[in-house]
């Protein structure tokens, strides 16, 4: 049971280049989350899904866009990546019953 | 605005001394507070969650309790593994959690 898995761990992107981050969970959730988190600020809400096929933006959507094809499965896309865009991306899943969110190890993302 | 704020911002500690972490929210609609423990290069890791004042929660060394406006993380007698940042979140409906920045907890031996 690997939990809730992210790839890659590092990018660096040039400005303009676009990139796609995975998210991966094994464990049945029904909801998930894509966060960033910057230097002094407490994660922020980009996107989230409540079921495979559906998406919703949070509180920081511009910019990206995300996809859930499979309930295992949720991607979070650059589609022209700007040095704002640079921060540490969180994924995050948690069954519908509950309230407890689970997260991933992280993906720190470079925009040049 | 929904907002969480946590102090201190840092926390250095001997090892044997306790101390408290707060957090202090203002929202439209406590749905729950939740307690994380992150480790540098890490995720945040699932520590607490309470629902109503009076609550309190338990775990080794670490007691969360909640109020009407604040929520206070206590540390009885810290180990150097303790060392980590700890972050408050709310949740107002049902997937908006707002999170604080943070409070980066160092435990000296």
């Known amino acids: 049971n690997a939990g809730v898995t992210q790839t890659p761990k590092f990018r660096v992107l040039k400005t303009g280049q676009s990139m796609t981050l995975l998210c991966a969970q094994d464990?049945?959730?029904?909801?998930m989350y894509w966060y960033r988190q910057d230097p002094g600020m407490g994660l922020r809400l980009i996107h989230y899904?409540?079921?495979?096929?559906?998406?919703a933006k949070g509180e920081v959507p511009d910019g990206y866009n995300v996809s859930r094809l499979k309930k295992q499965n949720f991607l979070l896309g650059l589609e022209s990546a700007a040095p704002s865009q640079t921060s540490v991306y969180f994924c995050?899943?948690?069954?519908?019953?509950?309230?407890?969110?689970?997260f991933g190890p992280g993906t720190r993302l470079t925009v040049l | 605005e929904d907002q969480v704020t946590q102090s201190p911002e840092a926390l250095r500690l001997q090892e044997g001394e306790s101390s408290s972490l707060n957090c202090s929210y203002t929202?439209?609609?406590?749905?729950?507070l939740f307690w994380y423990r992150q480790d540098p290069g890490k995720g945040p890791e699932f520590l607490f969650t309470l629902y109503s004042a009076g609550e309190e929660k338990e775990k080794e060394r670490l007691k969360a309790t909640l109020t009407k406006k604040e929520s206070f993380l206590h540390i009885t007698a810290p180990k150097p593994e303790d060392s980590a940042t700890y972050l408050c979140a709310v949740q107002v409906n049902n997937n908006d959690m707002r999170f604080g920045a943070g409070t980066r907890l160092t435990v000296k031996p």
């Open positions: 929202v439209s609609g406590l749905r729950g």
């Open positions: 899904s409540v079921g495979e096929g559906t998406t």
């Open positions: 464990m049945n959730h029904e909801y």
């Open positions: 995050a899943s948690r069954r519908q019953s509950t309230d407890t969110q689970y």
